[in-house]
């Protein structure tokens, strides 16, 4: 079992800035692979980005690729996602979530393989 709790949410102006943490406990956090994802209202949950268990491997969705960065510190039990040049696109709750099973190469990036989820934090962008 792990614990997933996110932070650094909240309300910024188009072209902004944010960085989300994800703290992990309860289990070693560097065996499992780590993913953000986000749900904005009225819309299926998506996949952001996800990391391997050392960093090497990352994965984003084309939307983000080179606004997000992912990141984690394992020392710290703690995952990233770095946001900027941020748009009204990018309003959602943002999760994030532990994959328990991938052991090698590229993350996954469907909620169904991940099996540990955060309660989420909330992204708003205004124009």
């Known amino acids: 079992q792990v614990q997933l709790i996110e932070s650094g949410g909240g309300l910024v102006q188009a072209g902004g800035s944010l960085r989300l943490s994800c703290a992990a406990s309860?289990?070693?956090?560097?065996?499992?692979?780590m993913g953000w994802f986000r749900q904005a209202p009225g819309k299926e949950r998506e996949f952001v980005a996800a990391?391997?268990?050392?960093?090497?491997?990352?994965s984003y969705a084309d939307s983000v690729k080179g606004r997000f960065t992912i990141s984690r510190d394992n020392a710290k039990n703690t995952v990233y996602l770095q946001m900027s040049s941020l748009t009204p696109d990018d309003t959602a709750i943002y999760y994030c979530?532990?994959?328990?099973?991938?052991?090698?190469?590229?993350?996954?990036?469907?909620?169904?393989?991940?099996?540990?989820w955060g309660q989420g934090t909330q992204v708003t962008v205004s124009s």
């Open positions: 309860g289990r070693t956090f560097s065996s499992f692979y």
């Open positions: 979530a532990a994959d328990n099973n991938r052991g090698f190469g590229a993350p996954y990036k469907y909620p169904s393989e991940y099996d540990y």
């Open positions: 990391i391997s268990r050392g960093g090497v491997w990352l």
